[in-house]
């Protein structure tokens, strides 16, 4: 890791990536150069708030930059249980441009194999071999990667991914050597344990150089970027002590220096005593009571937000949370001021949470007396209008997204209907009026008797 300030372009969470972003430039300018290259993986490891999504980030735009086409696609806590989560995701852009009759030509003699995992086809009467699947995906994608070459695919928070993903993850990137695509994965150290882990291992072994490990700042670095974002008059001893509070994490780094800069204190020695009572604030107990202060209006969209996962509907959460349009834009936007959404404007725009750790503790701030009751009410009759049960043929990019991450609540725990001490769910459980609706797909619940679970 460089400590070179990098360009003005750049954002403050790429602060201290020069190195990272070297290599991100350099596979991709390898990949670029010859359409009958080998592919190549490039990992990258950090702990919660180090950078990683952000690098994803920079590294679309950059592959973008250069022509090329990606694909992109995120493991969820709470969806780390539905079967072939991840890889549908992936696979969306390609899907959707597809008609039915085309997918069923372009992947022949595998869309009976592959095509139940995908969503895009009715599971057959006989349970399907778990290594044909994997085989299935493995043919299906590399026939749909010589169509879109040059082709760049992320995996964000893989230590999340379901284990059917990472199995056919790890055996794409074993046969890469006569298919020009580049695999850029990223994922916490330690969160993944087992067979996935091992997994994991797999797909790393396969890139042919070094986990891309990515550090905390350093204090010169910390103190280059807290003068970047409030001022050269920042002073010495104000900088370390931003450093200190914070360990060098850029995700409460940058998170930290934003609340400095709304509450305008002063960058100086004589205030460095309250930069710990303000980095408390800006998370876990201290997020919630910000949120809190927005309203109950407010509370109620981000609890949505938090239950739908990522790529938040405005007019979807709207529904959830049983808010007007007119009421719900204003909630997205007093989220987006507050730092604990982002995304586009609008009914149909998409919103995500700054963090998946806001995401996290948004979540955990439902009441669990609500959220105990809701599980074990019944069901609701039908599912929230774009949440339909099971996909349509070609996959709808509304619905699909929807209804997988609807489906994680039953998919990942049992329900908790006998006792208020069980187990809560997490995020991605549909939430109709006030209850959460644990229904399933009927593809998923097809892909799930194709495989083993994966461990919990």
Not at 55 to 84: K, Q
Not at 169 to 187: K, T
Not at 336 to 345: D, E, K, M, S
């Amino acid at each position: 890791m460089t400590e070179v300030r990098p360009t003005a372009a750049a954002p403050a969470s790429l602060w201290e990536r020069d190195e990272e972003l070297t290599a991100v430039e350099r596979a991709v300018d390898a990949l670029r150069e010859d359409h009958a290259s080998a592919g190549s993986v490039l990992m990258i490891r950090g702990e919660a708030g180090f950078g990683k999504t952000a690098l994803l980030a920079e590294t679309r735009r950059i592959a973008e930059a250069r022509g090329c086409t990606v694909w992109s696609a995120r493991g969820g806590e709470t969806l780390r249980s539905v079967p072939f989560n991840v890889v549908r995701q992936l696979l969306q852009p390609a899907l959707l441009s597809l008609m039915p009759e085309e997918a069923r030509e372009y992947l022949g003699d595998w869309y009976d194999i592959a095509g139940p995992a995908l969503g895009i086809a009715d599971p057959g009467e006989r349970q399907a071999d778990p290594q044909g699947v994997c085989d299935g995906l493995v043919a299906a994608v590399r026939r749909l990667a010589r169509r879109d070459w040059p082709l760049v695919l992320t995996i964000d928070d893989a230590h999340w991914a379901d284990q059917e993903t990472l199995r056919w993850l790890a055996a794409f990137a074993e046969r890469l050597d006569d298919l020009s695509v580049l695999v850029v994965v990223a994922r916490r150290p330690g969160d993944a344990t087992g067979e996935r882990a091992r997994l994991l291992d797999a797909v790393a072994a396969t890139a042919g150089r070094p986990v891309t490990s990515l550090s905390a700042l350093t204090p010169s670095g910390a103190e280059g970027l807290t003068r970047a974002t409030l001022g050269d008059h920042a002073d010495a001893p104000f900088c370390r002590e931003v450093w200190a509070v914070t360990g060098g994490n850029p995700y409460e780094t940058v998170e930290l220096l934003a609340k400095v800069r709304d509450s305008g204190m002063e960058p100086s020695e004589d205030s460095a005593s309250e930069l710990r009572e303000l980095n408390r604030s800006a998370r876990g107990g201290g997020l919630v009571a910000r949120l809190e202060e927005l309203g109950i209006d407010a509370t109620r969209f981000a609890w949505a937000a938090a239950i739908l996962g990522t790529d938040i509907s405005v007019g979807l959460a709207a529904r959830l949370a049983t808010l007007s349009p007119q009421k719900a834009a204003l909630c997205a936007e007093l989220l987006r001021n507050a730092r604990i959404l982002t995304g586009v404007q609008g009914e149909a725009g998409e919103l995500e949470f700054v963090h998946p750790l806001i995401a996290t503790a948004v979540y955990d701030s439902i009441p669990d007396a609500l959220r105990t009751a809701c599980t074990a009410s019944p069901h609701s009759s039908s599912p929230i209008p774009g949440t339909a049960p099971r996909p349509p043929p070609g996959i709808s990019s509304r619905s699909t997204r929807t209804t997988t991450r609807n489906s994680s609540s039953s998919c990942a725990r049992p329900p908790a209907n006998t006792s208020p001490s069980a187990p809560r769910t997490r995020p991605g459980a549909a939430w109709s009026g006030r209850c959460w609706n644990p229904r399933r797909p009927r593809s998923t619940r097809a892909c799930s008797t194709n495989s083993a679970a994966p461990p919990s």
